[in-house]
């Protein structure tokens, strides 16, 4: 069974950055697309928001017009792990920060999340 874990979470002032990262470890056949989603304070991670994905094979990412400039994802596929390195951070960026993963047969495996605090 695979996993996801996440780390480089913390605690950050506006206009900072933070760098996380998601190793994907186990057996995970056919990987479709990796990427991150969020839940912020009050929401259920069901409801939480879209930030990247990253499609596996291509390499093509696809944002959340929220994070678009300020945030990136990529991927290193030698080290099976997807980073998210996020920029120009505001308060409103606080989350917990989920990485997940979609397989080609559907199933999805989701990480334990990792909390990223912006002050104000």
């Known amino acids: 069974q695979g996993q996801l874990v996440e780390s480089g979470g913390g605690l950050v002032q506006a206009g900072g950055s933070l760098r996380l990262a998601c190793e994907a470890s186990g057996r995970i056949n056919n990987v479709h697309t990796i990427g991150w989603f969020r839940q912020t304070p009050g929401k259920e991670r069901d409801l939480g928001d879209f930030?990247?994905?990253?499609?596996?094979?291509?390499?093509?990412?696809l944002y959340a017009d929220s994070v678009k400039v300020r945030f990136t994802g990529s991927k290193d596929t030698a080290n099976s792990t997807v980073y998210l390195q996020m920029t120009s951070l505001k308060p409103e960026d606080t989350a917990v920060y989920y990485c997940?993963?979609?397989?080609?047969?559907?199933?999805?495996?989701w990480g334990q999340g990792t909390q990223v605090t912006v002050s104000s």
């Open positions: 997940y993963l979609d397989t080609a047969s559907g199933s999805q495996i």
């Open positions: 930030v990247v994905g990253i499609t596996w094979r291509s390499g093509r990412q």
